[in-house]
């Protein structure tokens, strides 16, 4: 999970810039999506009839047209077997994006999103191009109330916050698409003062962890590595942990932990739901 964090994350830093095939074309009728966000995305705005193919990483929702296309390791062939019209792309491994535009096929590269705006104006890039604008823009205003509503409903607490992306405490700063969730709720998070490197994506030590005793702990590695509330228990010493203590640990689906889709709206409602928790 780490792994595929922090790849988004480069790929975004590095691409942001990069142009691909223009947009204002056909309506595409043959996708193929090598971006799981995307893949939900694209579902969620009705465009999923149009899509012919997804990535192995892509597991939502589980009527997509699932593939062993690989979107780290992108192989052009493959990829043209399909006869796409449109590849939705999150990066440029490979720099495959060159080679399916000398195929003539075209290309839409989305980034990791840097925050919910970003997020939003994926979703509607992706109505625009595939004919389902409305359908987009009532998806992003459905999210944006949902995600209001959540964050309205829980008072401003002074709570401290710490997001685990594996087992070994890789955790996510305030700087990353993920820890702009926890400011929505005014959140503080632990990793933020221990990132030396800046990278977003530090690595915290077990001593660290339970001298900062976070008042909430987010688990993203419940289905990669089987953490729960009970397995953060059992470590030593984190029984006594404030979130521990006060029941809000909480396990957030790897997949919807790591994406800038639709279901972020689940994300921010789990965590108004554990901080609305009474001890």
């Given at each position: 999970m780490f792994?595929?964090?922090?790849?988004?994350?480069?790929?975004?830093?590095?691409?942001?810039?990069?142009?691909?095939?223009?947009?204002?074309?056909?309506?595409?009728?043959?996708?193929?999506?090598?971006?799981?966000?995307?893949?939900?995305?694209?579902?969620?705005?009705?465009?999923?009839?149009?899509?012919?193919?997804?990535?192995?990483?892509?597991?939502?929702?589980?009527?997509?047209?699932?593939?062993?296309?690989?979107?780290?390791?992108?192989?052009?062939?493959?990829?043209?077997?399909?006869?796409?019209?449109?590849?939705?792309?999150?990066g440029n491994p490979n720099d495959v994006i060159s080679g399916l535009q000398k195929l003539g096929i075209r290309v839409l590269l989305q980034p990791a999103a840097k925050n919910l705006a970003g997020a939003y104006a994926e979703i509607r890039q992706l109505g625009a191009v595939t004919g389902h604008g409305k359908s987009a823009n009532e998806l992003v205003r459905r999210m944006k109330r949902s995600i209001a509503k959540a964050v309205a409903s829980v008072p401003k607490r002074r709570l401290s916050v710490y997001h685990e992306l594996d087992p070994t405490y890789f955790s996510a700063t305030s700087q990353t698409f993920i820890g702009k969730i926890y400011k929505l709720f005014g959140l503080r998070n632990i990793a933020d003062a221990a990132d030396s490197s800046a990278s977003g994506y530090p690595q915290l030590s077990g001593e660290y962890i339970l001298a900062q005793n976070p008042g909430l702990i987010v688990l993203a590695d419940t289905r990669c590595c089987g953490q729960s509330a009970g397995t953060v228990a059992s470590r030593p010493g984190w029984g006594g942990i404030a979130a521990v203590r006060s029941h809000r640990v909480i396990g957030i689906d790897d997949s919807v932990a790591s994406r800038w889709g639709p279901r972020v709206v689940n994300f921010v409602q789990a965590v108004a739901t554990a901080l609305k928790r009474k001890t």
């Open positions: 792994h595929r964090l922090t790849v988004a994350a480069a790929f975004g830093a590095a691409l942001a810039l990069l142009l691909v095939a223009p947009v204002a074309a056909a309506t595409p009728h043959r996708i193929v999506s090598l971006s799981p966000t995307a893949t939900e995305s694209l579902f969620a705005i009705g465009a999923g009839k149009q899509v012919v193919a997804v990535d192995d990483q892509s597991d939502y929702p589980k009527r997509a047209p699932h593939t062993s296309l690989s979107g780290y390791t992108p192989n052009v062939e493959s990829i043209a077997g399909y006869r796409p019209d449109l590849v939705v792309l999150s």
